[in-house]
Each structure stands twice: as C-alpha cells, then as structure tokens.
Nanobody, 114 residues
C-alpha cells in the first residue's frame, strides 16, 4: 500500500519560501488526482492545493498566487512551492490523493515566524 513520505518543511521568516516534496511510490500515483493538505494546531485538516492527473492545479483562496503545486509522475513525486509565506501558513503539511485514499503520512512541519 502506498505510504506518502513528506519532506522539505522547516522554520522560515515571513516572506520566505520553502519547497515541499512528497514521495508516494506505487502504481496508483500517476492515476490519481493528488493534493497537499495542512493542519494547524487546534484546527481541522484542510486541502490547500490539488492537481489533476493531467496536471491542472487548483488552490484554496488563502494560498492562491503564493503556492504552486506540481507533480512528477515518473518519479511518483508531488511538490509544493510556497512563496511569500505568512505566519498563518504554519502547520503540518501532508500529501494524499484528492479523496484521501492513502494512509496519512507523518507530514512535514512548516513554521513561519520571525
């Protein structure tokens, strides 16, 4: 069964950038619409960006214009380029299919603070 492994998080100042990666090896990756989710302390997990099998992206209003989602199907990898980060972007970030079909991974912590 596919187990996503997220990486690339860290501590960054407001206005900074990070690039998250997700490895999700398995023969279903290229067949699936994928997404990045995040969960801040005390809040529900939310989807912040999705990408279709064909590569069409969609974004939550809160990150539109700042985040870019992409995928590399031959590597079974998903990426999230995050620019102009804000303190409210602080959360644990996860990848999964659009339907959350995979088991949840451990995520990667993103902390935006001065």
């Amino acid at each position: 069964q596919v187990q996503p492994v997220e990486s690339g998080g860290g501590l960054v100042q407001p206005g900074g950038s990070l690039r998250l990666s997700c490895a999700a090896s398995g023969n279903s990756f290229s067949l699936s619409a994928m997404a990045w989710y995040r969960q801040a302390p005390g809040k529900q997990r939310e989807e912040v960006a999705g990408i279709s099998r064909g590569g069409s992206p969609n974004y939550a209003d809160s990150v539109k214009g700042r985040f870019t989602i992409s995928r590399h199907d031959t590597k079974d990898e998903l990426y999230l380029q995050m620019n102009s980060l804000k303190p409210e972007d602080t959360a644990v970030y996860y990848c999964n299919t659009e339907g959350s079909d995979y088991p949840w991974g451990q995520g990667t912590q993103v902390t935006v603070s001065s």
